[in-house]
């Protein structure tokens, strides 16, 4: 199985603030990687889709890029509705994965 | 507006059964590929399954493999899981999921499945 590990597992940002979050995988995936943000007690909504593809309705502040084994979610200005949970998941191979989460806290 | 709205979680004893649903809406669900994905109290997400648009294939998590059974009726833009041989450690929040694009989409809002005696 292919291991998605995320970094950091958590932050503590301002509003305004520029967020960047990384992720690795344990073998190359290409593009087949996706973003994920989780609000508590809620669905997962896709952000980003084939590494660096905006979904439809995200907001432009959301942007992701890499190739191979390392890629990253950069939010450039961090507004008060982005303080979530985020993953990363792979779909270059089953099992699909998901990175362990990291959680963006209000400083 | 696409809606996918699962049913079917509830409390369970260890070694039990449940079978969870999944009914969609506001796409054309026979054109896609389906999931299941759970999410352990307070735990990241973990993908259990998934199905193709014609259930000629069929992927699992090694971890229900031979408990879990995932299935669709198109006619009734449905999805299903069953789940047998119950665990403890099966409990959570179970999503399903439409796919686009190697990426799940659309969530449903999740129903919660307790395994405890």
């Known amino acids: 199985d292919i291991q998605m590990t995320q970094s950091p597992s958590s932050l503590s940002a301002s509003v305004g603030d520029r967020v960047t979050i990384t992720c690795r995988a344990s073998?190359?995936?290409?593009?087949?990687l996706n973003w994920y943000q989780q609000k508590p007690g809620k669905a997962p909504k896709l952000l980003i889709y084939?590494?660096?593809s905006l979904q439809s309705g995200v907001p432009s502040r959301f942007s992701a890029s890499g190739s191979g084994t390392d890629f990253t979610l950069t939010i450039s200005s961090l507004q008060p509705e982005d303080f979530a949970t985020y993953y990363c998941?792979?779909?270059?191979?089953?099992?699909?994965?998901f990175g362990q989460g990291t959680k963006v806290e209000i400083k | 507006e696409v809606q996918l709205v699962e049913s079917g979680g509830g409390l369970v004893q260890p070694g039990g059964s449940l079978r969870l649903s999944c009914a969609a809406s506001?796409?054309?669900?026979?054109?896609?590929?389906m999931s299941w994905v759970r999410q352990a109290p307070g735990k990241g997400l973990e993908w259990v399954a998934n199905?193709?648009?014609?259930?000629?294939?069929?992927y699992s998590v090694d971890s229900v493999k031979g408990r879990f059974t995932v299935s669709r009726d198109n006619a009734k833009n449905s999805l299903f899981l069953q789940m047998n041989s119950l665990r403890a450690e099966d409990t959570a929040v179970y999503y399903c999921?439409?796919?686009?694009?190697?990426?799940?989409?659309?969530w449903g809002q999740g129903t919660l499945v307790t395994v405890s005696s």
């Open positions: 199905v193709n648009q014609d259930e000629s294939e069929k």
């Open positions: 506001g796409f054309t669900f026979s054109r896609h590929w």
């Open positions: 084939a590494a660096s």
């Open positions: 998941q792979q779909s270059y191979s089953n099992p699909w994965t």
């Open positions: 073998q190359s995936i290409s593009s087949y």
């Open positions: 999921a439409s796919h686009e694009n190697y990426a799940f989409d659309f």
